[in-house]
């Protein structure tokens, strides 16, 4: 495929629901679409932006055809005008070093990150004020359905503070433990930080992780106390929280209502008085970041980049550190969150830039990108994502193999943290071995599959990556190391093979009320955890920090941890490396017949206590998927394995555990 420039420009008003418009334009048109989605790949939509107010999107469009678009399909476009014949660049030159400011906006989930930074943005005339009830960062789909960010997204915002113009640059970033790789990714572009706590909640759980994140990088620490308007909002408490717990000041605090817009303003005042500029090296040649990615049909990768030193514009030749592979620029530009092109991109400054680069895995999340024949010292590169878990991936029939294909290529063309190999099986056909951040991950990549791509797959059981040590010099000269990695329980090799096995552990962070102290300790008990540290954060609230098998909390802990407190408790956690496990590879029977697909890794001593999958060993699984069957909402496909149909949901419902209460 070749990446075209476009001079030609269209903006294309669609009417109509955006998903309608976009099932047009991604998945195999029908009835009345079908014409309009040919055209659209005959004479494709270059880049297309879905505008503020929700129902207008902005389309490049070839050469001069918008107009007869908007003649044959008048019922779709209700306005399709020339955008630009030579496209307007910004001049970023005017933004100099020190009136830049480039932070991110962190918290613990639903604490109002995503609103907030819609505030900053209409505060700032990036988007009409109150032009949509949907938070503006949050663009994917799923994003909306589950009220959570996933991908992270960067604006640049014009701020005029005495009379002086600022540009800030804010980084939106994921509130969820699965991501907290998208949280360092965008940290390390960033000088400061805003520090989110809702005012009613108070610091829970991945407010100390994402505290520490900030703190190792060495970011200036902004805390916000938000949903103040709420009734049992009580900033004090959370204010002394703050103090206790990370040693800032009350007096530090900024008390907001980002629903409301109270004291919104004064957050940019701080932000514009608290944070430094950026560190750049004088004189140097170009060097930037490269900390986030997207993906566009036309134009390659979309790389955002945060410049450290020298400038960079369209026709430079830039090299990739890590790759050593070169490029010329297409071009450059800041988001607004929409693409606006920049004649130069200065030091200190962040943006965007596309250069040909043909997927995402060419540019590396870290990487430092450089002038050709320029080279620089390489900033410290981010920590690689680390699949923590792995599961098979298959296509429901395998006539849509290729199909699949197609979706996950493209998928995973905008999200490098999802690893990806061949896999196969005897009952489920030709597939892929997916290795995810978390379970949460997991359900967001195949909802994405399903929405995006119209996909129908069939997940296998999540499972964690176990170590084993080779005991036979014969065997390790065959896998050409001592330690391997099994990601596939069917691969997991023989006790008489195995020195030891190795599992992953995790150090988690809960914080609860105290009254659910006991049934959290007991839950932690049964999932083989051990208890590390246990605090008052103040009178009544408690955080306890326990080694877990990875294993026992990746499939449904967190469920179980806000059911038995009532929603009340947090938890988050980070590696904790591995530890030797007594472990056994367990087949599940299917009527007799063991499923390779089923097949799990248990520890010897406490195999599944409580679990539904003991309940369902042998013939009574074909009870429990029945039950599935039944709940499964309209015809869904189904699966045969020997004389049992599953559901295409079973697999991964069947691993899903449950409190036997
Ligand atoms: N009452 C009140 N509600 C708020 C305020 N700010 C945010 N909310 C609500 O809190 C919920 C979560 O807000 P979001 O902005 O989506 O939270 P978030 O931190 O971005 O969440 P993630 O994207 O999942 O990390 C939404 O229902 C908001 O409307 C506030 O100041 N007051």
């Known amino acids: 495929m070749s990446y075209i420039e476009l001079h030609w420009m269209y903006e294309v008003f669609f009417i109509g629901s955006l998903d309608g418009l976009w099932r047009m334009l991604t998945v195999p048109p029908r009835h009345t679409a079908r014409c309009l989605h040919l055209w659209m790949w005959k004479h494709p939509v270059c880049t297309l932006h879905r505008h503020l107010s929700g129902r207008r999107w902005t389309g490049g469009i070839l050469g001069g055809r918008g107009r007869l678009l908007q003649t044959l399909y008048p019922a779709y476009l209700s306005q399709v005008t020339p955008y630009s014949s030579k496209k307007e660049r910004i001049d970023m030159s005017e933004y100099n070093v020190e009136y830049i400011r480039n932070f991110s906006i962190i918290a613990h989930v639903d604490h109002g990150k995503s609103t907030l930074a819609d505030r900053l943005l209409e505060i700032t005339g990036c988007i009409p004020k109150a032009a949509s009830n949907k938070q503006v960062l949050d663009k994917l789909q799923v994003e909306r359905e589950r009220g959570i960010t996933v991908k992270a997204q960067t604006a640049s915002l014009f701020y005029t503070y005495q009379g002086k113009k600022y540009l800030l640059n804010l980084i939106d970033t994921p509130g969820h433990v699965d991501f907290s790789y998208e949280v360092s990714r965008s940290l390390s572009a960033c000088q400061g930080v805003l520090l989110v706590v809702d005012a009613n909640e108070g610091i829970q759980a991945q407010t100390v992780a994402n505290f520490y994140l900030a703190f190792e990088a060495q970011l200036s620490i902004i805390p ?7 009734k049992n909002a009580d900033p004090e408490r959370v204010e002394k929280q703050i ?26 005042e701080e932000v514009v008085t608290r944070l430094p500029p950026p560190k750049i090296e004088e004189g140097s040649p170009f060097k930037a970041l490269l900390f986030d990615s997207t993906f566009d049909h036309y134009r390659g990768v979309i790389a955002s980049v945060a410049l450290f030193g020298g400038e960079v514009c369209k026709g430079n030749k830039i090299v990739l550190a890590h790759s050593g592979k070169c490029y010329e620029v297409n071009e450059v530009g800041i988001l607004t969150p929409e693409e606006v092109p920049a004649e130069k991109l200065y030091a200190g400054q962040v943006g965007y830039l596309t250069a040909g680069m043909k997927d995402v895995q060419e540019a590396q999340i870290g990487d430092t990108v450089h002038l050709l024949k320029q080279p620089v ?31 996950l290529e493209k998928l995973t063309l905008n999200d490098s943290s999802v690893s990806v190999s061949r896999d196969s099986s005897a009952a489920l056909g030709a597939g892929w071995r997916l290795g995810f951040l978390g379970l949460l991950h997991l359900e967001v990549f195949n909802q994405r599959l399903e929405q995006e791509y119209n996909a129908s797959v069939i997940m296998t059981s999540p499972t964690v990556p176990y170590k084993a040590v080779l005991s036979s010099p014969k065997l390790i000269k065959e896998y050409g190391e001592e330690e391997i990695t099994i990601v596939n329980p069917s691969e997991f090799p023989d006790k008489s093979l195995v020195k030891e096995y190795l599992e992953p552990m995790i150090l988690g962070t809960i914080i609860s009320p105290d009254e659910y102290l006991s049934k959290i300790m007991s839950l932690c008990q049964t999932r083989r ?7 008052y954060i103040d009178e009544h609230r408690i955080m306890m920090k326990y080694l877990f098998p990875l294993n026992e909390v990746v499939v449904d802990f967190y469920d179980n941890l806000k059911s038995l407190s009532s929603g009340y408790a947090s ?27 089923l097949v799990t890794i248990a520890h010897r001593i406490k195999p599944y206590r409580k679990n539904v999958l003991a309940k369902c060993y042998g013939g009574d699984i074909t009870r429990k998927m029945k039950l599935l069957k039944k709940q499964a909402e309209g015809k869904k496909k189904m699966r045969k394995i020997g004389n049992v149909e599953v559901p295409k949901d079973a697999f991964i419902s069947v691993l899903k555990r449950q409190l036997d209460k």
Do not use: W
């Not at 103090?243 to 004291?263: V, Y």
């Not at 955890?529 to 605090?535: G, I, N, P, T, V």
């Not at 904790?576 to 496990?581: K, L, V």
């Open 224 to 230: 916000v106390i938000n949903k103040i308007d709420l």
């Open 243 to 268: 103090e206790k717990m990370f040693d800032i000041p009350a007096s530090d605090c900024i008390r907001i209502s980002a629903k409301l817009g109270t004291n919104v303003e004064r957050v940019l």
């Open 377 to 407: 010292e390489p900033l410290p590169g981010f920590k690689p994502a680390k699949p923590m878990v792995f599961a098979g991936m298959f296509p429901v029939d395998q006539s849509e193999y290729s199909n699949l294909k197609g979706a």
């Open 529 to 535: 955890a051990e208890q590390k540290s246990f605090l």
């Open 571 to 597: 938890f988050d956690y980070e590696d904790a490396g591995y530890q030797a496990a007594d472990l056994v590879k367990m087949d599940i029977l299917l009527n007799g017949r063991a499923v390779e697909e």
